[in-house]
């Protein structure tokens, strides 16, 4: 009698053979001998692709076995190209990384790449040799080098958290703040109590912040004739100023501010489209005391 295992597959065959004849994998001549053969076969294994139960119990949907294999194809390919690594070239690319390392420490980082990039060459297949390579190519301003290596690391080792630190760095410093925050976010997942990569990541949500109350104040056009307005839905929505707004109206200083000449000026100038309407405006002495 068939193993339960042995039926799984013999189902996920039926279900490729028939998909086969049903997509024209397989021509009209050739599809009635298949058919039989996939009788015979579930007949042989006790296997009924059309039965609810075992499609419950062997369906391994949404994969199926053409998607399965290629998976397997593609982690043979990997373990081919793998490098096989001596001992020895092991060591000697542990010496490298720490002769690398006390090059970092001295700033002299070109040397420190030189020796690292060694230590790969011996032995490609350590995160933490592109980790550190990452962090000297940031020292040195070649941020997009060290994202590139920040990938390579989380590729050979996806739990590698020091990876994403450093990926989110290099993206930070190309002003990438979305990405920078995308890697720390990663890098939290896997050390939920690193204080650098939580220190960071707010650094970085805050720089998003940033850009975004300087695109509301910094008005973007909108059409012809837009001249700079600031964006009045972020205005509205911004807490401060709604409050100081309900103060105005309770004090009644809103009739003075609508009766003052030089807030009617700065108001049409900013409506206007009159560059620094708004913050002259906002930092008029009498419209902070209303």
Known sequence: MASENKKALVFSILEFLQKSCSDGTISNDDAE???????????????DPTDEAQQEAYSTKPANLLSIF?????????????????????????????????????????????????????????????????????????????????????EIDPKYSKAYS??????????????????????????????????????????????????????????PGAGGMPDLSALLNNPALMGMAQQMMQSGALNEFMNNPEMARMAQQMMGGGGGGLSEMLNNPEMMNM
């Open 33 to 47: 001998g298949i058919e039989v053969a996939m009788q015979c076969i579930g007949e042989a294994f006790g296997v």
């Open 70 to 154: 290629e998976v397997y194809l593609k982690t043979k390919s990997k373990s081919k190209g793998a490098k096989e690594v001596s001992a020895e070239d092991k060591a000697k690319a542990e010496e490298l990384k720490a002769a690398g390392n006390r090059q970092v420490a001295e700033r002299n980082y070109p040397e420190a790449i030189k020796l690292y990039t060694e230590a790969i060459s011996l032995n490609n297949n350590q995160a933490v040799y592109y980790a550190n390579r990452a962090a000297a190519y940031s020292q040195q301003g070649d941020h997009q080098k060290a994202v590139d290596d920040a990938k390579k690391a989380v």
């Open 166 to 223: 450093r990926m989110g760095h290099a993206y930070f410093c190309l002003d990438k703040f979305e990405d920078a925050i995308t890697a720390y976010e990663k890098g939290l997942e896997l050390d939920p109590n690193n204080a650098t990569l939580k220190s960071s990541l707010a650094t970085a949500k805050s720089k998003v912040n940033q850009q975004s109350v300087e695109r509301s104040a910094g008005g973007e056009s909108s059409g």
